[in-house]
């Protein structure tokens, strides 16, 4: 079994990148930097394991992914122990231990999907079946702020579709994707899933590789665009899932109390640094008091700080950068006449980035804090009305990743819900994914599918056999 010492020993270098922990905001680690030609090996490899692993049928393949969600789960508190280090996530609360758990989850729900071939068309005079064929290399690109359970979400279902994978993790948390893959490594061929360490330049070079049959990218909307550009010449299938700015719609008939913590932790999941968090909270004007005030209270009770210290269940910013964004925000919705209900006084001394929760009203649909993402723990908070108005304000920007409707009917809650643009709506929750479900957004916030049987057919190609 591993310990958090010995798994950051097996993926760590003596030089190379350096990793910082969030919560003191000094190096503890280096992960290694790899080369363009560290990306020409890993595609070699890749293409020399492929055809084999394809080769063997899906039970085999299941049978080798079954074992290595067996290994991730033996050592899942190492992995929980480096996550939290790394990314900042508590191990307490929807955190570090909920990542690491989440990755033998989704292991385990790819392996058990059933993709049969679709007959499409069998009338007596003409039968048609689709099949689901390996693309061969794919090639994945991640973000910091679920680095494990992301990466597995990319690997678990191109592996089981009987294709290579060699991933890039963000530069600020490359470690806890090594050491998922350092597991899951033990069970594979040799060169079917290498991760390759390194910044933008080294993502740069993965998208712009006409070896790549599919890209699956998960990140900001701009890198996705850059992207975009990048694999056009190759035509290279794409999956990207992009930002969000998630609106949460309360309707009337709420019990305030009964939602304050669905709200709090649709909100603030991961210290607000989730893609699909609720990132704009609208609160019918009949319940708005109640449900502020019931809001604040459970802000205010959740403890922040270490993310190793195991009675926090908030965590610091996990970059530098990600604190000055959510600090410029607040501090212009205060200049634009914000009222600040919760936090909004970050103590700048400090050690690590902190930012405290922080509830925001009083400012307007066009302030930064509800029209960007912030991508952090700054909820704004906006009242409203009309039904038809409070859905063009929830519709309005670029992103359409996800949305929540709250309300004790949940037949009207579907109506309000039909009428969102955005990928999933949660009814009296926000955020809650599960590995069956089709995840995606529209919109500025990508296009493609993850997850289930969506998931397995979006890292294959499709083939029609006529007769
Ligand atoms: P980012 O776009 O800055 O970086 C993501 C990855 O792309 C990193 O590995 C980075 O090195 C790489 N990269 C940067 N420029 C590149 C380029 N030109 N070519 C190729 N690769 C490049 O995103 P981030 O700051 O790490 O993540 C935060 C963003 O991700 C937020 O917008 C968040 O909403 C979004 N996100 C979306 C989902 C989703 O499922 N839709 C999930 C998590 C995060």
Redesign the pocket.
């Known amino acids: 079994m591993e310990t958090y010492e010995s798994l950051l020993g097996a993926v760590r270098a003596d030089d190379g990148i350096p990793v910082i922990d969030p919560a003191t905001g000094e190096v503890f680690a280096h992960a290694p930097a790899s080369t363009p030609d560290d990306l020409e090996r890993a595609i070699a490899a890749a293409r020399a394991a492929q055809p084999a692993w394809a080769a063997l049928s899906d039970q085999e393949r299941r049978a080798a992914l079954t074992a290595a969600a067996d290994e991730v789960e033996a050592n899942q508190e190492a992995l929980a122990q480096l996550i939290a280090r790394e990314q900042g996530k508590p191990l307490s609360g929807p955190g570090a231990r909920f990542e690491a758990g989440a990755v033998v989850a989704w292991l385990r729900a790819t392996i058990a999907t059933e993709l049969e071939p679709e007959v499409v068309v069998d009338d007596g005079q003409a039968k048609a079946t689709v099949y689901y064929r390996p693309i061969g290399l794919v090639g994945a690109?991640?973000?910091?702020?679920?680095p494990a359970m992301?990466a597995t979400?990319q690997y678990a279902p191109a592996l089981r579709m009987g294709n290579a994978v060699v991933m890039?993790?963000?530069?600020?948390t490359p470690l806890s994707v090594l050491a998922t893959a350092h597991l899951v490594n033990r069970h594979l061929p040799e060169g079917l899933l290498t991760v390759l360490a390194?910044?933008?330049d080294?993502?740069?070079a993965?998208?712009g590789h006409p070896a790549f049959g599919k890209i699956m990218?998960?990140?900001?909307?701009?890198?996705?665009q850059?992207?975009m550009r990048?694999s056009a010449d190759n035509l290279t299938r794409l999956t990207l899932?992009?930002?969000?700015n998630d609106p949460g719609i309360v309707l009337p008939d709420v019990d305030p109390k009964a939602i304050a913590e669905g709200l709090f932790w649709g909100a603030f999941i991961n210290t607000g640094?989730?893609?699909?968090a609720l990132k704009r909270l609208y609160v019918h004007e009949d319940v708005y008091d109640d449900v502020v005030r019931e809001l604040v209270a459970v802000a205010g009770a959740m403890p922040m700080g270490s993310g190793v210290d195991e009675a926090n269940v908030l965590g610091p910013l996990t970059?530098e950068q990600?604190f000055g964004i959510v600090d410029r925000l607040v501090e212009e919705a205060k200049a634009a006449g914000g009222r600040v209900l919760l936090g909004g006084e970050p103590d700048r001394d400090a050690k690590g980035w902190f930012y405290p929760a922080t509830l925001v009203d009083g400012i307007g649909d066009d302030a930064g804090l509800v029209a960007e993402?912030q991508?952090g723990p700054a909820l704004p908070i906006l009242r409203w009305s009309d039904v038809d108005d409070v859905v063009e304000r929830a519709n309005r920007g670029e992103a359409g990743?996800g949305a929540s409707v709250w309300s004790s009917d949940p037949a009207r809650a579907r109506e309000v819900a039909a009428r969102i643009q955005a990928g999933s709506v949660w009814i009296n929750s926000h955020g809650t994914i599960h590995p069956m479900a089709p995840?995606?957004?529209v919109k500025g916030?990508?296009f493609g599918l993850?997850f289930g049987v969506e998931g397995l057919k979006a890292v294959a190609v499709p083939q029609v056999i006529h007769g």
Do not use: M, V, Y
Not at 273 to 276: I, N, S, V
């Open positions: 690109i991640g973000p910091w702020n679920w992301i979400w890039k993790p963000s530069e600020h390194g910044d933008r080294l993502g740069e993965l998208t990218f998960t990140g900001s909307a701009r890198t996705g850059a992207i990048a899932e992009l930002g969000g640094q989730t893609c699909a970059t990600q993402e991508f990743l995840f995606g957004g916030s990508g993850e």
